[in-house]
């Protein structure tokens, strides 16, 4: 059995982050979960991560990542190259399906079981099944709109679950 789909969004303008996550969890074609958490704050709330894919790996990843955090004092880039390091090498984590946006006060990064650890050049990610929609919608509302980072996530999440069937609009937020 394999957990699917999820729409994760990060957006920094003007100051402010945005992190949004939907509530939608699916077993195969079933929805089987509608307000699940999938955005949420660690490292005494400095750090705000969201997870698309299995939920027990991304959960252990989270707490993995803490765990760097801690010992490198808050570090997110050294924690997030590490964690991608121990996540591509281990024979264990090697096996976990997910993939995370861990983003702080002023870097924003996407890391996965690949070793990947990117940092996008638009302050936007999204990731997950409607996570390409999320992401082209907010850049479109950042060049044509005046709206907020939170007003973003929120109108680009609205618009990749009106197209994602694995996206739904229970969303939770969370800022920095």
Known sequence: MKF?????????????LAVAGDG????????????A???RRIYNGKIIVGFAGATADALNLSERLEAKLD???GNLTRS?????????????LR??????IAVDES??????GNGDVIEPDENIMGIGSGGVGAQAAAMALIRHTDMDAKSIVKEAMKIAGSICVFTNDYLTIEEL
Do not use: C, P
Not at 4 to 16: D, F, Q
């Open 4 to 16: 699917h789909g999820t729409t994760i969004l990060a957006v920094r303008h003007n100051g402010k």
């Open 24 to 35: 939608q969890v699916t077993l195969n074609n079933t929805i089987i979960k509608h307000h």
């Open 37 to 39: 958490k999938k955005v």
């Open 71 to 73: 010992r490198y004092n």
């Open 80 to 92: 997030a190259v590490e964690l991608a390091r121990d996540w591509r090498t281990d024979k264990y």
């Open 95 to 100: 096996r976990l399906e997910a993939i995370m």
């Open 107 to 112: 870097r924003m990064f996407l890391i996965s």
